[in-house]
């Protein structure tokens, strides 16, 4: 194989994690690991967030067109919150059905919204490729917008089901992150 630079060696790890490299890829990267610390970080960063994503190839590569510059604990915090958000939705939602109940309508509304945007963001936010930073923006804003919303929503109902009062939480620790991060990006 010819000599290749720690992006295309890094480009291997990513096909690796998804189990798609060649054999004289797994030598060639296997030697590279050996005398270089930055894409053995690399490598040990892109499988941790991996494994948070629930095999979502997740890890975030500097990239001219990006931004923003996650770091891998940033990062695996707010794909944790809005996975957890996401559940907590759907839980909430599906309970919010069971009842059947017309003042539960807009806060159901809001639930399964919420765990379609908190999805969204979250494999937006683990892309194996860099992504706009106005995407990132966007998906963000959105998905703290969302959950500010569940928040208020299922705050309303949470002395008297469990489930609004979990949701409202993951909600509004989502919401925090998110607004968080924002505040965190350039321009």
Known sequence: MQTMDCAQYREVLSARLDGEETAAEREAIDAHLTVCAACRRFADDAAFITMLAHGTTAFWERNTTVEPEFTIDR?????????????????????????????MLNATRAALDCADIAAAAQRVLSRPTATDAGVIR????????????CALECGQHAKHHGHCRVHSESAHRAAQLCRLELSNMPG
């Open 75 to 103: 990062l695996a915090t707010i794909l944790q919150a809005l996975t957890d958000l996401d559940r907590n939705s759907t839980v909430c939602a599906t309970a919010m059905m069971a009842h059947n109940a017309a003042d």
């Open 138 to 149: 966007a998906v963000l804003e959105a998905a703290a917008v969302a959950a500010e919303r």
